[in-house]
C-alpha cells in the first residue's frame, strides 16, 4: 500500500507538500508517518477512557478524563471554543484543566536545542515573544510551544502558497495588556476565497469574571493578593476553497498555564483538526481520518476513537440537528500522563496538518464546477456561519470582552456565504448525500 512520508521540522514546505501529494495522488488511503502532531476550548469534567487505568509519570499529576460527560447527550454537550479568537478566546477556552505539581522546565529533544534565532528566521514573522527571551528560557514549555506553533503557522502558510500561487498579508498585532499575535490571511486567490492561519502568544492576570467562570466549574484557584498571572498561546486556522469540491479545514492547538501563588502551576493543552466538504468523497474521508489516527495511536490507541466522537460532539449545531462536518479530532484540558508526553502527543497533531489537507486539495484542484454546486457550497458556509457565531464559545466570548482583536476572531468566517428561506435538497442528490452524513455521522476509519 502506497504512505505518505510526513516532514521533519526542518525540511522546507515545498518539499512536505511534493512528499505528501505524490502518493495521495496515486490513490493512498492511509497515512504511514514517524513524527507527526496538534488549539482551543474547554468542556466539563469527564469520565476516564474506558479499559484504560492512568498512571501519571510525576507526583502530583492526576489525569483529566477525556471520555464524555455522565448522562450527556451529543445535543447537550458542552460546546467549546473553536475560532481563532484573541485573548478573551483562550481565557474563555481555559474553563478546565488539572492541577500540576511539577516544574515547567522539562527536558528538551536534541531537535529542539537546535538555535532558536535560526529557526525563527524560517517563520512567516518574527515570534510574538523577543527571540533573546525566547533563547533564555528555551527549556520552558511556553518557549517550546510558542515556538510550535510559529513553526506550523509557517509550513502551513508556505504549502498553501505553492497550491495557490498567491502570498499571505502578514499582520502583528499587540494586546495592551500583554502579548500579542500574527494573523497571516490569504484572500482572493486562485485557489482559496479566504485562507486565515493566526497564531496568539498573550499573558497578564486573570480577569476575575475569567477565574469565576473556573472557579463555578470545580476549580481551586489560589492567587496572590488576588492575581492569578497566565500565559496563553496558540494556532488556529480556518481555510474556505473557491472549489465547492475542494473541503474547508480547520485546526486549533493550543495551551494555557496559570501560576497560584504558591508558585504550582496548572497546565492544559488542547486542539483538533476537522473538515468540512461540500459534498461527499469517501476517499477524502478516510484518508484525513486515517492521518489523525496514525498521529493519534503513536501515543494511545483510545485517543482517536474518544477524540473522534469528542470532535463529532462538539462541532454539532442543535438547531440544525447536523454536524458542521465530517469531523476529526478534537480534545481539551490534556494534562496527562506527563507534561511532555502531552506536548508530544500535540506536536504530532500539528505535524499532520500539511499532510491530511494539502493532498486533499491537488487532488480536486481542477475539477469544474456547476452554479448549482457553488450555491450549495454557500448554504453550508451559511451553516459554518451559524455554528461559530452561536454556538462557538471563544467567538462569543471574545466579541463581548473589550480589547480582544474582532479582526482575528472573525477570521474563521467565509469571505461568501447564503441563508436560502427553508432549503432542502431533493431526495437521491449528491447534496440529499451530504446532509445524510452531517445528520448521522459515520467511521471513516
Same mark, same amino acid.
Given at each position: 500500500?502506497?504512505?505518505?512520508?510526513?516532514?521533519?521540522?526542518?525540511?522546507?514546505?515545498?518539499?512536505?507538500?511534493?512528499?505528501?501529494?505524490?502518493?495521495?495522488?496515486?490513490?493512498?488511503?492511509?497515512?504511514?508517518?514517524?513524527?507527526?502532531?496538534?488549539?482551543?476550548?474547554?468542556?466539563?469534567?469527564?469520565?476516564?477512557?474506558?479499559?484504560?487505568?492512568?498512571?501519571?509519570?510525576?507526583?502530583?499529576?492526576?489525569?483529566?478524563?477525556?471520555?464524555?460527560?455522565?448522562?450527556?447527550?451529543?445535543?447537550?454537550?458542552?460546546?467549546?471554543? $473553536?475560532?481563532?479568537?484573541?485573548? %478573551?478566546?483562550? *481565557?474563555? #477556552?481555559? !474553563? +478546565?484543566?488539572?492541577?500540576?505539581?511539577?516544574?515547567? /522546565?522539562?527536558?528538551?529533544?536534541?531537535?529542539?536545542?537546535?538555535?532558536?534565532?535560526?529557526?525563527?528566521?524560517?517563520?512567516?514573522?518574527?515570534?510574538?515573544?523577543?527571540?533573546?527571551?525566547?533563547?533564555?528560557?528555551?527549556?520552558?514549555?511556553?518557549?517550546?510551544?510558542?515556538?510550535?506553533?510559529?513553526?506550523?503557522?509557517?509550513?502551513?502558510?508556505?504549502?498553501?502558497?505553492?497550491?495557490?500561487?498567491?502570498?499571505?498579508?502578514?499582520?502583528?498585532?499587540?494586546?495592551?495588556?500583554?502579548?500579542?499575535?500574527?494573523?497571516?490571511?490569504?484572500?482572493?486567490?486562485?485557489?482559496?476565497?479566504?485562507?486565515?492561519?493566526?497564531?496568539?502568544?498573550?499573558?497578564?492576570?486573570?480577569?476575575?469574571?475569567?477565574?469565576?467562570?473556573?472557579?463555578?466549574?470545580?476549580?481551586?484557584?489560589?492567587?496572590?493578593? $488576588?492575581?492569578?498571572?497566565?500565559? %496563553?498561546?496558540? *494556532?488556529? #486556522?480556518? !481555510? +474556505?476553497?473557491?472549489?465547492?469540491?475542494?473541503?474547508? /479545514?480547520?485546526?486549533?492547538?493550543?495551551?494555557?498555564?496559570?501560576?497560584?501563588?504558591?508558585?504550582?502551576?496548572?497546565?492544559?493543552?488542547?486542539?483538533?483538526?476537522?473538515?468540512?466538504?461540500?459534498?461527499?468523497?469517501?476517499?477524502?474521508?478516510?484518508?484525513?481520518?486515517?492521518?489523525?489516527?496514525?498521529?493519534?495511536?503513536?501515543?494511545?490507541?483510545?485517543?482517536?476513537?474518544?477524540?473522534?466522537?469528542?470532535?463529532?460532539?462538539?462541532?454539532?449545531?442543535?438547531?440544525?440537528?447536523?454536524?458542521?462536518?465530517?469531523?476529526?479530532?478534537?480534545?481539551?484540558?490534556?494534562?496527562?500522563?506527563?507534561?511532555?508526553?502531552?506536548?508530544?502527543?500535540?506536536?504530532?497533531?500539528?505535524?499532520?496538518?500539511?499532510?491530511?489537507?494539502?493532498?486533499?486539495?491537488?487532488?480536486?484542484?481542477?475539477?469544474?464546477?456547476?452554479?448549482?454546486?457553488?450555491?450549495?457550497?454557500? *448554504?453550508?458556509?451559511?451553516?459554518?456561519?451559524?455554528?461559530?457565531?452561536?454556538?462557538?464559545?471563544?467567538?462569543?466570548?471574545?466579541?463581548?470582552?473589550?480589547?480582544?482583536?474582532?479582526?482575528?476572531?472573525?477570521?474563521?468566517?467565509?469571505?461568501?456565504?447564503?441563508?436560502?428561506?427553508?432549503?432542502?435538497?431533493?431526495?437521491?442528490?449528491?447534496?440529499?448525500?451530504?446532509?445524510?452524513?452531517?445528520?448521522?455521522?459515520?467511521?471513516?476509519?
Amino acid at each position: 500500500m502506497a504512505t505518505i512520508v510526513l516532514y521533519s521540522i526542518n525540511r522546507t514546505a515545498q518539499t512536505t507538500v511534493r512528499q505528501c501529494l505524490i502518493p495521495y495522488s496515486k490513490g493512498a488511503s492511509r497515512v504511514d508517518s514517524h513524527l507527526v502532531v496538534f488549539h482551543k476550548t474547554s468542556f466539563r469534567r469527564l469520565t476516564s477512557l474506558p479499559r484504560v487505568r492512568w498512571v501519571p509519570k510525576a507526583t502530583g499529576v492526576r489525569f483529566m478524563s477525556l471520555g464524555t460527560a455522565p448522562g450527556r447527550t451529543r445535543r447537550g454537550a458542552v460546546l467549546v471554543a $473553536g475560532a481563532a479568537a484573541a485573548v %478573551a478566546g483562550f *481565557v474563555a #477556552s481555559a !474553563i +478546565h484543566f488539572q492541577r500540576a505539581e511539577m516544574a515547567s /522546565v522539562i527536558p528538551k529533544t536534541e531537535e529542539e536545542d537546535t538555535e532558536i534565532a535560526e529557526k525563527c528566521k524560517t517563520f512567516m514573522s518574527p515570534p510574538c515573544t523577543d527571540v533573546k527571551v525566547l533563547q533564555q528560557r528555551k527549556g520552558e514549555m511556553c518557549t517550546r510551544m510558542e515556538m510550535l506553533i510559529m513553526e506550523t503557522q509557517a509550513e502551513f502558510c508556505r504549502a498553501l502558497e505553492e497550491v495557490d500561487g498567491g502570498k499571505f498579508k502578514v499582520d502583528r498585532w499587540e494586546r495592551k495588556e500583554g502579548g500579542g499575535g500574527i494573523s497571516c490571511v490569504l484572500q482572493d486567490g486562485k485557489v482559496f476565497e479566504k485562507a486565515g492561519v493566526n497564531v496568539s502568544v498573550v499573558f497578564g492576570n486573570l480577569t476575575e469574571e475569567a477565574a469565576k467562570q473556573m472557579r463555578s466549574r470545580g476549580k481551586v484557584l489560589k492567587g496572590k493578593d $488576588g492575581k492569578l498571572p497566565f500565559c %496563553a498561546m496558540g *494556532v488556529s #486556522s480556518v !481555510i +474556505h476553497p473557491t472549489n465547492p469540491h475542494i473541503p474547508t /479545514v480547520h485546526f486549533n492547538y493550543r495551551y494555557f498555564e496559570i501560576e497560584e501563588g504558591d508558585g504550582t502551576k496548572q497546565w492544559w493543552f488542547g486542539g483538533g483538526t476537522d473538515l468540512t466538504p461540500t459534498y461527499v468523497n469517501k476517499e477524502d474521508g478516510a484518508h484525513f481520518h486515517n492521518s489523525l489516527k496514525e498521529a493519534c495511536d503513536k501515543h494511545h490507541p483510545q485517543y482517536y476513537p474518544d477524540f473522534k466522537k469528542w470532535c463529532d460532539r462538539y462541532f454539532y449545531i442543535p438547531h440544525r440537528g447536523e454536524t458542521r462536518g465530517i469531523g476529526g479530532i478534537f480534545f481539551d484540558d490534556l494534562d496527562s500522563p506527563s507534561q511532555e508526553e502531552a506536548f508530544s502527543f500535540v506536536k504530532s497533531c500539528a505535524h499532520t496538518v500539511v499532510p491530511c489537507y494539502v493532498p486533499i486539495v491537488q487532488k480536486h484542484l481542477n475539477e469544474p464546477f456547476s452554479p448549482e454546486e457553488k450555491d450549495w457550497q454557500q *448554504v453550508r458556509r451559511g451553516r459554518y456561519v451559524e455554528f461559530n457565531l452561536v454556538y462557538d464559545r471563544g467567538v462569543k466570548f471574545g466579541l463581548a470582552t473589550p480589547g480582544s482583536r474582532i479582526e482575528s476572531i472573525l477570521m474563521s468566517l467565509p469571505l461568501t456565504a447564503k441563508w436560502e428561506y427553508m432549503h432542502e435538497p431533493p431526495k437521491g442528490t449528491l447534496e440529499a448525500d451530504m446532509l445524510e452524513v452531517l445528520r448521522n455521522p459515520k467511521e471513516w476509519v
